[in-house]
DNA sequence: GAAATATATGTCGACGTTGTCATACGTCTG
DNA sequence: CAGACGTATGACAACGTCGACATATATTTC
């Protein structure tokens, strides 16, 4: 493998002066600069990041470790905005999956550290709270897209579920809805619990009563393995003699069950029934007809945030752990009508 | 850092019994061998792979490079299985994305040759045709889920598209369909062909004529902004006075729209019409009611035996180049009915 | 019992890079 | 013109690991 000695020999100058023009350093003249530039790209150099690394302790890589994420339709968004960003800044990322198990989570880490990995991302599939089997070791770690157990002791970033589902909510009552359903998410989901509270705290706001809102249970068991309601709960809702005039689903996937749901009884959407969905997952909320009206998960950004602050954490400036939130749009597609 | 330097001081013998120790070899008493692996444990030592790979010029890292694959929800399986064939075998992987841009595509070579990686695998979301831009670089090469178009320079691993179209056609033919539907994939994927034509050729087998098919174009245009004809020709597909029984939609997420054009006409599936898809993209196979019957593309094994073909590569085992086919296993669910 | 073999451990150097220090020349300052 | 400074380059060591080789016992073989 050609290094810098090689082109040293060829540049005719000092491996020490090659350096310096790879790292661009001052104190060379513009002459032997092009002289070695010359030589690197002649023999085709590539600098040697391993060696680097020993000589310098540092390895400019960020390693994501996360439960299926990478491996999952869901979020491979938070993938795509960590990755933009290391690009973008020059670092290399390498990735591992848990699948869940805590004892590969254990080998992950080993792995990270015989990579002296600067920081971790660790992000999750689904938002929720982990208890993370951070060896002993004190490599910088974010936490996207959940929550440490053990209150705050790392920084992470989340999505605002809350506000996405009021705003959702808010949506649906300004446009003359005052018999709304709602399809509940997994309840082990950090998610479920915050758009149910913001879902049942909006319309109380708005003055609705609890026999206004018919609230069911979507899925629930292991992710992975859950059972699922929605089909049979939407289909029992629709059918009350004082049904919903919208439907809240707890996300877009169970929102074509409800599509289904609907249109199997006859009912048009959105004419007879509005419907919205949570998360923007696209190929979900654009193959519906008529498409579908949701809030965005900020997948991305929440990938491209995270790992900023991973960096300015690993470059040693103090940033205090405890959870940042990122806003969850409304997207306004063609599943509502006002009434 | 602790080194294997600082391991030896404390368990009291030489550097090289403690590598000794750490990779296996024989020849060290039981008793060192437990006080080096005391000491190890002691220091929380881990080894360093940089190190390690500059003293054997081995990285034991794999490199993939995607259009978009890991930052896209349909062919995260395949990472999977490169992901834990990876994990079962030590190996290292290292991910990039083009998202499609060949002067991104050139930065990742340069990378992976710093990383001094051991070898590629180059993946793709669509199965298609592609013209990898291997730099100048003699890096190991397998190709999965595409092809190269300089015919058969590099190995590569397929799903057989004309296979599983064609089981599938066959199922709907057994079960008493014979007038069928077809919505076409955009046409600039290799599986639309290949399906296609399967399809054709199968009902052609059995006696079908090519007034019993309705064709249509489901999808047009570049990836990611195509457009959509699916729920138009579904509808008018199926308020045909003579309208097929089935339907076979030229994938799982396209068949959503199937779906809901029929289910909006007053048609029950599968008494009225019976559906099929391609790809078991689970998210939606799974969400659709009645489940969808559907033709799975490998892409967990696809991933696997990539990992596990480049392996061979790399050893130096003979690898004769040329294209490798998995079958597409049909998945009987409950979107066909028998006539 | 001498030679051959097997077992157990150590010394040293090299991988590719860069930080530290040293050297050499040229230019400025007083 | 001596000393100080700025610029351009090189020599050398060190990072952590392991292969090649050397050494030192213990055990077997004839």
Known sequence: MVSIVSVAKVAGVSNKTVSRVINGEPYVTEETRERVERAIRDLG?????????????RSNTFGIIADYVSTTPYSVDIVRGIQDWANANGKTILMANTGGASEQEIKIWKMFQSHRIDGVLYVTMYHHIVDPEIGDVAIPTVMINCRPKTSELLPSIEPDDYQGARDLTRYLLERGHRKIGYIRLNPILLGAELRLDAFRKTTGDFGLAESDLSIRLGMEGPVGAEKNYVFAAATEMLQQKDRPTA????????????????????????????IVGFDDFRTVSLALRPEL????????????QGAELLNSVVAGGEVCPGSRVMSCNLVERLSVCSL
């Open 247 to 274: 439907i809240m689903s707890g996300n877009d996937e169970m929102a074509i069950q409800v599509y289904i749901a609907a249109l199997a009884l006859g009912l048009r959407i959105p004419e007879d029934v509005s």
């Open 293 to 304: 009206t949701t809030a965005a998960l900020p997948y991305y950004d929440l990938g491209l």
């Open 45 to 57: 150099y590539v600098p040697n990041m391993a060696a680097r690394q020993i000589r310098s302790s």
